[in-house]
């Protein structure tokens, strides 16, 4: 998209956007720039209608908060040279560091005795602040009777939690909870829950990476992630660790987690002790009914032979009506020979059963069709 690229001097860097663009820079020098916060940008929009912010190339420090119905897609500013030699500029996984976006939506809260996790995110997608709760246990917050963002997109913007280390709490970069979500090309860091797809939450993932180290896939809706770099900082819970439904609020909804055509690796940040002894499951139930599943994905050195783990003492097993299944996974840690006798190895036949259409029960509107991975 021509929109996203720095312009020579004397071009404004709105030229070649969709009309309305908004324009955000930290430079209180640059004349273009409607906005110098992402957030105040987002507080400028009316509830319904379409719109698009463009992000310049910078650090913004903030929460970015998400509640309008409206489709709404933010584009992080790109050199003009990426836009004219891919497509969509991807992390390079013989890189180290990966490569990284010029722009950054960070912050640094943790989570403390008393708050929600939803309450340290950096990126949040709900309607309310109810709806955007996670809540405690295997079932988590109440249900809510609302729905927001109908399609939020964001390309080629790196969103980051750095107040997280491997020995702090949570510190959660996406909350997307009651809305469509796709993200291009960016990036999720942080270390303990970094990812979360919450109640009635519907997010594709592609060409992206997402740095963790304990459950920092974790969700309640619905997640597709399309040619993800799982990134391991370090080894604890699971790579995943999703919540099921009895489906009363949603009958026939395929609420889980697809990692599709993706890649598991040791991140080039690790903690190289923690990961080269212990290794990494690639999942642990969140509640007896969630469902994870892994589709031709490359799985390095850095993940269990058997795979999966019950959730901690107190559930020390893994029920039968959890659902984990890998299909033709490969790399060191993709062989599935001493997998958990629950785990399901798909055939062929079966793996056709999960597709975006088929677990999304439709083809998704809200998902951009023109962009190739």
Not at 7 to 19: D, F, I, R, T, W
Not at 329 to 353: C, F, V, W
Request: proline content about 6%; charged content about 15%; glycine content about 8%.
């Amino acid at each position: 998209m021509v929109c996203q690229a720095q312009k020579p001097a004397g071009v404004s860097p709105l030229h070649g956007c969709p009309e309305g663009t908004i324009f955000v820079s930290q430079d209180t020098n640059n004349r273009h720039a409607q906005f110098h916060r992402v957030q105040d940008a987002v507080l400028s929009l009316p509830e319904t209608g379409s719109a698009t912010i463009l992000v310049a190339e910078g650090e913004y420090q903030e929460v970015v908060n998400v509640t309008r119905k409206g489709p709404l897609t933010l584009l992080g500013q790109l050199p003009l040279d990426a836009l004219l030699t891919i497509d969509h500029p991807f992390a390079d996984p013989s890189k180290t560091p990966f490569n990284q976006n010029l722009v950054k939506i960070w912050n640094n809260q943790f989570v403390h005795t008393g708050m929600d996790d939803a309450q340290s995110a950096v990126l949040l997608v709900a309607p309310s602040f109810n709806a955007s709760l996670i809540g405690a246990g295997p079932t988590g917050a109440p249900l809510q009777p609302l729905f927001g963002n109908v399609d939020f997109k964001a390309y080629n913007i790196d969103f980051e939690n750095r107040a997280a280390n491997f020995s702090i709490s949570q510190a959660l970069v996406t909350d997307i909870s009651y809305a469509n979500a796709s993200f291009y090309g960016c990036s999720f860091a942080s270390f303990q829950d970094t990812w979360y797809t919450g109640r009635n939450g519907s997010t594709y993932v592609v060409d992206s990476i997402i740095y963790g180290q304990t459950d920092y896939v974790f969700g309640f809706g619905t997640a597709w992630f399309q040619n993800v770099i799982l990134a391991n900082r370090a080894c604890g819970g699971g790579l995943v660790a999703w919540k099921g439904t009895n489906l009363t609020d949603a009958p026939g909804n395929r609420y889980g987690a697809y990692i599709s055509d993706s890649t598991i690796v040791r991140s080039p940040d690790a903690n190289t002790t923690t990961v080269t002894a212990d290794k990494c499951f690639l999942g642990r139930p969140w509640n007896d009914l969630a469902t994870t599943v892994f589709l031709r994905t490359s799985m390095d050195d850095s993940i269990r032979p058997e795979g999966w783990t019950p959730f901690d003492s107190a559930r020390p097993v893994i029920m039968n009506t959890t659902f984990y299944a890998e299909f033709d996974s490969t790399g060191p840690g993709g062989n599935t020979s001493a997998r958990i006798a629950l785990e399901h190895i798909l055939t062929a036949e079966q793996a056709k059963n999960f597709t975006i259409d088929k677990v999304f029960l439709e083809h998704p509107k809200w998902i951009d069709s023109t962009y190739l991975f």
